[in-house]
């Protein structure tokens, strides 16, 4: 037997009688934007029917789809996409683990709940210390703000939850830990971030990027670079300044506004994105999160991912091209092995960038790795007067695979 009613804003809610009398709830849309109204009501009527259910003695049970970006058969005709489900796991309360999961997942609802009433925002670590005793540790919290997304068919942002750390507060404007530079003006809740007047000066990007409108710029591109020190190299070579670009990095691996930020830029300006990481399997990880997204988010690639994202380098071709000295390289570890091992098994490699591939494989070949700022070994400038200059011309060549 199966009980439907509709929710506002065309979300239905499906509670579906198992033949034990437990009742599977689940949300039957495509992931969308969506109100903050609406998440209020939909999240009312999921209690509501939770609590009827377990009134009316039946226990019920939570399904939640699985999503994935990629799958580890580099040779296989799989069909891994984050626009549709894989499969399902259905909790329920006679489990102990499972009981356990729902009993975290509704805390963190009811908390979620309380920031959209309040139209608040709080982050990952604000949560989890509400109930540091339940929670146990962060995974615990970053795995139940998935689920939540997952049934409520929203994204992270429309929950008013944003990332853990680096989240500071100008003014009313919440910012996270990415940075940006160059040619490039907008607009953020009432705010004006006027790169332009000085392309070498770096600005925070904002949290709140639903909120960014106005984009003005003339750039020719855009350059994405790994680590805020390779950043600071270019500013303080006015690199902005000789090539009209802009400039992003997210310090590391980038946080979800920055991946938002960057995906918001490209749909505007239709703009080229290169990118540029350090020789190693951390900074390929990094190249690839910003192109295809990451498995953890898997379910909200759709609006993460930046499918246009060129590889600019370093490749593990490069330093003998460059002609780097056995100095600036270092042996890759046992840890940096197992983990490119691991890279060379995700089936987008070989299906859209095999030339990606090859180069990582090379790199495990050759057992060596070496950062971005290893080609200041010839000037302290070579890298924005030489290599990213000769790297964008290579990528612009006709018939240029390497930048796919």
Known sequence: MELSFSSVYGHSLTIERMHRGDVTIK????VQRIERKSILVIIADFTTSLVKELSEGRSPSISIHKFRNYCTDPYSNCLCSSDLPKGQQVLTLTRQCHAYRIDVLLRVLVIVQKLLQENRHGSKRDIYYMHPSVFSEQTVVDRAISDICILLQCSRHNLNVVDIGFTLKLSLVSVGKGLVMGWLQFLEAGRKFDCISSPTTAYTIPVHVEEVKDI??????????????????LANDKFCNANRCIIITGRGYPDIPTR???RLLVETLSLPVYCLVDCDPYGFDILTTYRFGSMQMAYDAKILRVPEVQWLGAFPSDFEKYDLPQQCLLPLTAEDKRRTETLLLRCYLQKEVPEWRLELELMLQKGVKFEIEAFSVHTLSFLSEQYIPSKIQEVELPGNKIKS
């Open 27 to 30: 949300f039957l849309v495509p």
């Open 216 to 233: 003005v710029s003339v750039a020719k591109y855009i350059l994405i670079v790994e680590k805020e020190s390779v950043f600071q190299r």
């Open 260 to 262: 938002r930020f960057l």
